[in-house]
C-alpha cells in the first residue's frame, strides 16, 4: 500500500505553524508498514485543493487529509473533497444530533455555523470524534481503475492523535497483517558526508538505495536503515544491514542508537578504562564542559575543566608559559597541548583537552582564518594527541564543531584503550589508528 498524507491550512503556508501532523500519521503508517509517497500542504482554498486530492489519488491507495474540517468559512475541506470526487453532500441527521448533544453536554446552544460540520460527503463512513465537534469521514472509492481509501481527520492536533488511535490504526493494522516498517540509525563522527558515501556505497547495491538515508548536522552524520516486514525478519534484516554498514564505515561509528550522544559515548568509555578526563578551554567558553555534565553521573569520570579566555589566565591557571603564547599566539598547536597538559596537570587525571580557536566572526588573519581551531588531547605517559581543523559557518557552529571534535578525538584514543561492547573493529587497526593519533 502506498500513501500520502495532506495536511490542509494557510496558516501551515505561513512562516507562524509547522505542519506536524503529518508527523504523527507518519508514525502511525510506519507501525503497519505502509510507505509514504509523498507529502503536502494546501492552503484553504478549495480549488487547490480538490486539485491535490486529485493529484494525489493518481498516486497512492490511500490518502490521509488532516484540517479544514471546523465549521467556519475557512475551513474547505469537505467541498473540496467532495468536489474532486464528483460526489454530493448531505445533511447527515445523527451526525447533526450527535452535535447538539455535545454542545449541551457542556451547558452551550450550538452555534448555527457548526451545522455544516455535520456535512457528510454521499457515501462516506462517519468516524467519531472523542476529542471534538467535527467527525472524521473515510471514502473508499475507485480512482483510475483502482480502489482508493480517503481519510479526513480534524486539525486540532489532540482531536487527530484520537483518531489515529480509534480508526486509523484499526484499519490499518487489519491489512497489514503484523507488518510495519522501522529503522535502525548508527551514528559517525569525524568524517564527512561524502566520504561516509564512499564508504557504505556497496551497501546500496545490496540492501537498494531507497533503504538507506544519510544525514548530515550539528557535525555528524546519520546512517538510517529502513526495512518494512513482519517483526522477526524485519529486525533480522535490520540487523544485517547495520552490521554490514558499520563494518564499511569502520570505527567513525560511534553508537548504534539513534538516543545516544557523542558525550555520553565518551563518558562510557571513560568510565570502561576507569580514566579521568578534565578541560581547559578557549574558544568554546565551557560548552565541553557543559556536554560532557549533560550526563548524569559523569562526576566519576570528569572531575572538572576551565574557561581560560584571556593569555593571563592561560598562564596562571594552566601554566602555559608566557613566552609560548608570545611566540606563537593564543590559536596555535603548543598552546593547546600546553593547555592539555596543563588541565590533565592541574585536576590530576588520566587525560586533559585543550582547545583553543579562532570562533568569529571577528579576529581571523591571513594566518589563523576565522574557524581555525586546535585541540590537543594529553594522555597516560605525557602523549599529547592534536588536531588542527577549519571549520566553515557562524561563531556557534565553529564552537559546537570544535567540541565534537574533542570528543571525537578523545573516543578514538579510548577506543584501544576500552573496547566498546559488540565492536566489529580488528584491535590491531584500532591501535595502528590510535597510535597514529598520538603523533
Ligand atoms: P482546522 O481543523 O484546520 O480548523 O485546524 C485547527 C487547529 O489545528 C489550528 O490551530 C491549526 O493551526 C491546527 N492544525 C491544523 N492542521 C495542522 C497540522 N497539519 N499540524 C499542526 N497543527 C495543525
Ligand atoms: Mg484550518
Known amino acids: 500500500m502506498r500513501a500520502a498524507i495532506l495536511a490542509i491550512g494557510s496558516e501551515l503556508l505561513g512562516t507562524e505553524r509547522l505542519d506536524t501532523n503529518s508527523l504523527r500519521l507518519t508514525a502511525a503508517l510506519d507501525r503497519h508498514g505502509v510507505e509514504l509517497r509523498k507529502k503536502s500542504v494546501v492552503g484553504d482554498s478549495e480549488a487547490e485543493l480538490a486539485a491535490e486530492v486529485r493529484a494525489l489519488l493518481g498516486r497512492v491507495d490511500l490518502l490521509l487529509v488532516t484540517g479544514g474540517l471546523g465549521p467556519t468559512a475557512d475551513d474547505v ?49 462517519v468516524l467519531p470524534n472523542a476529542h471534538g465537534t467535527a467527525p472524521g469521514l473515510r471514502i473508499d472509492t475507485r480512482w483510475e481503475e483502482r480502489e482508493a481509501t480517503i481519510f479526513l481527520f480534524p486539525g486540532v492536533p489532540h482531536e487527530l492523535e ?5 480508526a486509523l490504526e484499526p484499519w490499518l493494522a487489519e491489512r497489514s497483517a503484523g507488518t510495519a516498517r522501522s529503522s535502525v540509525t548508527l551514528k559517525i563522527s569525524g568524517l564527512p558526508e561524502s566520504e ?13 538505495r531507497e533503504s538507506i538515508t544519510i544525514l548530515a548536522g550539528g557535525g555528524e552524520i546519520k546512517l538510517i536503515a529502513t526495512a518494512a516486514g513482519p517483526e522477526g525478519e524485519r ?12 563494518l564499511l564505515a569502520g570505527d567513525a561509528v560511534y553508537t548504534r542508537n539513534a538516543d545516544d550522544t557523542l558525550e555520553q559515548v565518551v563518558g562510557e568509555l571513560l568510565r570502561q578504562a576507569k580514566a579521568t578526563l578534565a578541560t581547559a ?47 606563537h599566539g593564543a590559536v596555535s598547536e603548543p598552546v593547546a597541548r600546553a593547555m592539555a597538559e596543563g588541565a590533565r596537570r592541574s585536576f590530576s587525571t588520566d587525560y586533559g583537552i585543550g582547545i583553543t580557536g579562532v570562533a568569529g566572526p571577528g579576529g581571523g588573519s591571513e594566518e589563523k582564518p576565522v574557524g581555525t581551531i586546535h585541540v590537543a588531547v594529553a594522555g597516560p605517559g605525557g602523549r599529547v594527541a592534536h588536531r588542527r581543523f577549519r571549520f566553515p559557518g557562524g561563531r556557534e557552529r565553529v564552537r559546537w564543531f570544535a567540541s565534537q571534535l574533542a570528543l571525537e578525538i578523545l573516543r578514538r584514543l579510548l577506543l584501544d584503550v576500552s573496547r566498546p561492547a559488540g565492536s566489529t573493529a580488528d584491535p590491531g587497526q584500532v591501535a595502528k589508528a590510535v597510535e597514529s593519533l598520538w603523533r
Not at 445533511?91 to 456535512?119: G, H, I, T, Y
Not at 556536554?291 to 591557571?317: C, H
Request: charged residues 25%; aromatic residues 6%.
Open 77 to 125: 475541506t469537505r467541498e473540496a473533497v467532495a468536489a474532486a470526487l464528483g460526489r454530493g453532500l448531505h445533511l447527515d441527521p445523527e451526525v447533526s444530533a450527535a452535535l447538539e448533544a455535545r454542545f449541551r453536554a457542556f451547558v452551550r446552544r450550538m452555534p448555527e455555523v457548526n451545522r455544516r460540520q455535520a456535512q457528510v460527503i454521499d457515501g462516506a463512513v
Open 162 to 166: 484520537g483518531m489515529i488511535a480509534d
Open 281 to 327: 578551554e578557549s574558544c568554546t567558553g565551557g560548552l565541553l564542559a557543559e556536554r560532557l555534565t549533560r550526563i548524569a553521573g559523569s562526576s566519576d569520570y570528569f572531575p572538572g575543566g576551565v574557561v581560560t579566555y584571556s593569555n593571563a589566565e592561560k598562564s596562571r591557571l594552566l601554566g602555559v608559559p608566557p613566552e609560548l603564547l608570545a611566540e
Open 235 to 246: 529486525t533480522a534484516r535490520l540487523a544485517v544491514m547495520a552490521d554490514r554498514l558499520a
Open 196 to 208: 561516509v558515501e564512499e564508504r557504505i556505497a556497496p551497501a546500496y547495491e545490496e540492501f537498494g
